[in-house]
Protein backbone atom coordinates (compact mmCIF):
# COMPACT_ATOMS: atom_id res chain seq x y z
CA UNK A 1 0.00 0.00 0.00
CA UNK A 2 1.05 3.26 -0.68
CA UNK A 3 2.31 5.24 2.30
CA UNK A 4 1.04 8.72 1.64
CA UNK A 5 -2.47 6.81 1.53
CA UNK A 6 -1.75 5.26 4.17
CA UNK A 7 -0.83 8.44 6.04
CA UNK A 8 -3.97 9.58 4.78
CA UNK A 9 -6.05 7.13 6.13
CA UNK A 10 -4.50 7.16 9.54
CA UNK A 11 -5.05 11.13 9.07
CA UNK A 12 -8.86 10.85 8.58
CA UNK A 13 -9.42 8.41 11.46
CA UNK A 14 -7.95 10.83 13.93
CA UNK A 15 -9.78 13.56 12.80
CA UNK A 16 -13.28 11.57 13.18
CA UNK A 17 -11.92 10.42 16.66
CA UNK A 18 -11.50 13.49 17.85
CA UNK A 19 -14.95 15.00 17.00
CA UNK A 20 -16.44 11.57 18.90
CA UNK A 21 -13.86 12.32 22.35
CA UNK A 22 -11.57 9.46 21.64
CA UNK A 23 -8.69 11.74 20.80
CA UNK A 24 -7.80 15.69 21.67
CA UNK A 25 -8.71 17.62 18.66
CA UNK A 26 -5.35 18.81 16.43
CA UNK A 27 -3.88 22.22 17.69
CA UNK A 28 -4.44 23.64 14.17
CA UNK A 29 -6.14 22.98 10.58
CA UNK A 30 -4.95 21.12 8.22
CA UNK A 31 -5.80 22.83 4.80
CA UNK A 32 -4.56 22.70 1.31
CA UNK A 33 -5.52 24.49 -1.97
CA UNK A 34 -8.33 22.05 -3.66
CA UNK A 35 -5.61 20.29 -6.04
CA UNK A 36 -3.20 19.21 -3.58
CA UNK A 37 -5.92 17.58 -1.23
CA UNK A 38 -4.84 14.29 -1.18
CA UNK A 39 -7.70 11.34 -1.80
CA UNK A 40 -8.38 8.60 0.14
CA UNK A 41 -9.27 5.50 -1.88
CA UNK A 42 -12.18 3.90 -0.77
CA UNK A 43 -9.83 0.49 -1.33
CA UNK A 44 -7.96 2.14 1.82
CA UNK A 45 -11.20 2.92 3.92
CA UNK A 46 -12.45 -0.57 3.05
CA UNK A 47 -14.36 0.14 0.02
CA UNK A 48 -13.42 -0.75 -4.07
CA UNK A 49 -13.19 1.73 -5.58
CA UNK A 50 -11.47 5.74 -5.13
CA UNK A 51 -14.04 8.30 -3.86
CA UNK A 52 -14.58 10.63 -7.50
CA UNK A 53 -13.48 14.54 -6.87
CA UNK A 54 -15.68 17.25 -6.63
CA UNK A 55 -15.93 19.72 -9.59
CA UNK A 56 -13.71 23.19 -9.60
CA UNK A 57 -17.19 25.13 -9.21
CA UNK A 58 -19.66 22.98 -6.85
CA UNK A 59 -23.24 23.77 -7.25
CA UNK A 60 -25.41 23.46 -3.99
CA UNK A 61 -29.36 23.96 -3.74
CA UNK A 62 -30.80 23.61 -0.52
CA UNK A 63 -33.35 25.18 1.82
CA UNK A 64 -32.16 26.71 5.22
CA UNK A 65 -33.92 25.95 8.94
CA UNK A 66 -35.43 29.17 8.40
CA UNK A 67 -37.36 28.06 5.61
CA UNK A 68 -35.31 30.39 2.71
CA UNK A 69 -33.44 28.33 -0.27
CA UNK A 70 -30.60 28.56 -0.83
CA UNK A 71 -28.57 28.90 -3.77
CA UNK A 72 -24.78 29.06 -3.95
CA UNK A 73 -24.64 30.50 -7.16
CA UNK A 74 -26.26 33.25 -6.18
CA UNK A 75 -23.44 34.27 -3.83
CA UNK A 76 -20.96 35.01 -6.41
CA UNK A 77 -18.90 37.84 -5.99
CA UNK A 78 -18.55 37.31 -2.15
CA UNK A 79 -16.43 34.91 -0.53
CA UNK A 80 -18.53 31.42 0.74
CA UNK A 81 -17.54 29.61 3.70
CA UNK A 82 -19.17 26.08 3.61
CA UNK A 83 -18.91 24.75 7.33
CA UNK A 84 -20.09 21.24 7.55
CA UNK A 85 -20.48 20.16 11.35
CA UNK A 86 -22.84 18.37 13.96
CA UNK A 87 -24.01 19.27 17.13
CA UNK A 88 -22.35 16.27 18.93
CA UNK A 89 -18.95 17.51 17.57
CA UNK A 90 -16.87 19.52 20.46
CA UNK A 91 -14.28 21.17 17.80
CA UNK A 92 -17.40 22.22 15.39
CA UNK A 93 -19.28 23.70 18.96
CA UNK A 94 -16.13 25.58 19.69
CA UNK A 95 -15.67 27.39 15.85
CA UNK A 96 -19.20 28.65 16.17
CA UNK A 97 -18.98 31.55 17.57
CA UNK A 98 -15.96 32.80 15.40
CA UNK A 99 -17.48 31.90 12.37
CA UNK A 100 -20.87 33.36 13.31
CA UNK A 101 -18.35 36.97 13.89
CA UNK A 102 -16.83 36.81 10.72
CA UNK A 103 -20.39 36.52 9.17
CA UNK A 104 -21.41 39.47 11.23
CA UNK A 105 -18.33 41.67 10.69
CA UNK A 106 -16.63 41.08 7.39
CA UNK A 107 -19.02 42.07 4.37
CA UNK A 108 -17.02 40.21 2.00
CA UNK A 109 -17.00 37.02 3.76
CA UNK A 110 -20.67 34.65 4.12
CA UNK A 111 -21.15 31.18 5.88
CA UNK A 112 -23.06 28.47 5.38
CA UNK A 113 -23.78 25.85 8.45
CA UNK A 114 -24.22 22.50 6.97
CA UNK A 115 -25.67 20.20 9.93
CA UNK A 116 -23.90 16.70 9.00
CA UNK A 117 -25.89 14.81 11.53
CA UNK A 118 -29.74 12.54 11.70
CA UNK A 119 -31.55 15.54 13.74
CA UNK A 120 -34.67 16.49 13.64
CA UNK A 121 -35.73 20.16 12.60
CA UNK A 122 -37.07 20.99 16.04
CA UNK A 123 -34.31 19.54 17.96
CA UNK A 124 -31.32 21.62 15.96
CA UNK A 125 -33.54 24.76 16.66
CA UNK A 126 -32.89 23.33 20.41
CA UNK A 127 -29.67 23.30 20.05
CA UNK A 128 -29.37 26.68 18.22
CA UNK A 129 -31.63 28.84 20.74
CA UNK A 130 -28.21 27.78 23.22
CA UNK A 131 -25.73 27.94 20.66
CA UNK A 132 -27.02 30.98 18.64
CA UNK A 133 -25.58 31.73 15.18
CA UNK A 134 -25.62 34.62 12.46
CA UNK A 135 -25.22 33.03 9.37
CA UNK A 136 -27.96 30.06 8.05
CA UNK A 137 -27.93 26.41 8.75
CA UNK A 138 -29.20 23.78 6.81
CA UNK A 139 -29.86 19.64 7.99
CA UNK A 140 -27.93 17.40 5.14
CA UNK A 141 -28.88 14.26 4.73
CA UNK A 142 -25.87 11.37 5.70
CA UNK A 143 -27.14 8.99 3.17
CA UNK A 144 -27.52 11.58 0.36
CA UNK A 145 -24.92 14.91 0.89
CA UNK A 146 -24.72 17.40 -1.48
CA UNK A 147 -22.96 15.78 -5.04
CA UNK A 148 -20.42 18.33 -5.76
CA UNK A 149 -18.74 18.33 -2.24
CA UNK A 150 -16.61 15.26 -0.80
CA UNK A 151 -18.41 13.33 1.83
CA UNK A 152 -16.65 14.28 5.15
CA UNK A 153 -14.34 11.80 6.59
CA UNK A 154 -14.34 13.98 9.68
CA UNK A 155 -15.67 17.34 11.35
CA UNK A 156 -15.74 19.52 11.04
CA UNK A 157 -14.99 19.92 7.33
CA UNK A 158 -14.53 23.48 5.53
CA UNK A 159 -14.84 24.73 2.31
CA UNK A 160 -13.95 27.91 1.21
CA UNK A 161 -15.73 29.57 -1.92
CA UNK A 162 -13.61 32.01 -3.87
CA UNK A 163 -15.88 35.11 -5.51
CA UNK A 164 -16.11 33.21 -8.75
CA UNK A 165 -17.17 30.35 -7.33
CA UNK A 166 -14.82 28.33 -7.37
CA UNK A 167 -13.23 25.98 -4.38
CA UNK A 168 -10.12 27.93 -3.10
CA UNK A 169 -9.55 26.15 -0.08
CA UNK A 170 -10.56 23.41 2.13
CA UNK A 171 -9.90 22.81 6.10
CA UNK A 172 -10.22 19.48 8.05
CA UNK A 173 -10.81 20.06 11.51
CA UNK A 174 -11.56 23.04 13.21
CA UNK A 175 -10.97 26.63 11.85
CA UNK A 176 -10.58 30.04 13.20
CA UNK A 177 -11.83 34.02 11.51
CA UNK A 178 -7.84 34.01 11.24
CA UNK A 179 -7.29 30.50 8.95
CA UNK A 180 -10.33 31.78 7.18
CA UNK A 181 -8.97 35.39 6.56
CA UNK A 182 -5.61 34.04 5.92
CA UNK A 183 -6.61 31.92 3.33
CA UNK A 184 -8.30 35.05 1.67
CA UNK A 185 -5.43 36.51 1.14
CA UNK A 186 -3.27 33.58 0.52
CA UNK A 187 -5.85 33.18 -2.60
CA UNK A 188 -5.50 36.63 -3.75
CA UNK A 189 -8.61 38.22 -1.85
CA UNK A 190 -9.21 41.83 -1.36
CA UNK A 191 -7.86 44.09 1.58
CA UNK A 192 -9.82 44.63 4.40
CA UNK A 193 -11.60 48.11 3.95
CA UNK A 194 -10.24 50.11 7.16
CA UNK A 195 -13.84 49.96 8.54
CA UNK A 196 -13.70 46.58 8.25
CA UNK A 197 -10.16 45.78 9.83
CA UNK A 198 -10.63 44.40 13.58
Known amino acids: MNMRYLLAALLAGAMLAACQGEAPPPAGPETA ?5 PEVPE ?3 GGDQAEPSMPAVPTLQLQ ?12 RGKWVVVNFWATWCAPCR ?3 P ?16 LAYEDIE ?5 GFLEQHPVTYPIA ?3 T ?4 ADFDTPRGLPMTYLIGPDGSVARKFLGPISAADIEAAIAEAGGPDLPAQEQA
Open 139 to 141: IID
Open 64 to 75: TLDGAQYDLADH
Open 43 to 45: AAA
Open 98 to 113: ELSALASLREHIEVLG
Open 33 to 37: PVTGV
Open 143 to 146: YDPP
Open 121 to 125: AEALR
Open 94 to 96: EEM
